[in-house]
């Protein structure tokens, strides 16, 4: 099994960049945090996170996207891999998503979907990225931030262009 270090500066910076303000209802019910995007991926539901996750993909929730699960990592398992890779058009965007040697947190569930996130090392506040996927792993919308204001970030969903939305890419929240 694999284990982030992270030293106190590190953990501080994860902190403030990936935390909502603690008026999140999510947050208080002890579930993934809301993302802080205005506008919530199409395919999630509007909801208060109560929904669990069900589906093969949800024995990784609480896991970071490196730990196995039957000798797979969720970054590494097939439909993960086949959801990321049709929604993302952008292959530096799809390698840096798909990267197991990043630093991140728990993976977590919202509303019926699971989310995992992760970040560059060393620079998580400005360059981070979500994976929002049905617990089948058949759909999957990704979120990445690569800006210094997190104010705006760019969402992939198949099909679709990509598209620049205002605020920040949602939290694990494992």
Known sequence: MKYAVLSIPMIALLASACTPPASTSNQAAGNAAAPSNA???SNMPAGNGSAAATGPLSAY???LPSD?????????NPQVRAAVEAAVTEAEVRR??????VTSNPI????GRIIATGCESHNCG???WSIVIDPAGTSAEVCYARNSTLERSTWYVAGRPAEERPGDCPASGG
Do not use: K, M, Q, Y
Request: aromatic share 8%; net charge neutral.
């Open 39 to 41: 506008t919530a991926p």
């Open 61 to 63: 929730v609480g896991r």
């Open 68 to 76: 196995a699960v039957n000798g797979v990592t969720f970054l590494a």
């Open 96 to 101: 840096w998503v798909l990267r197991e040697d």
């Open 108 to 111: 977590g569930s919202r509303d």
């Open 126 to 128: 400005p360059h981070h």
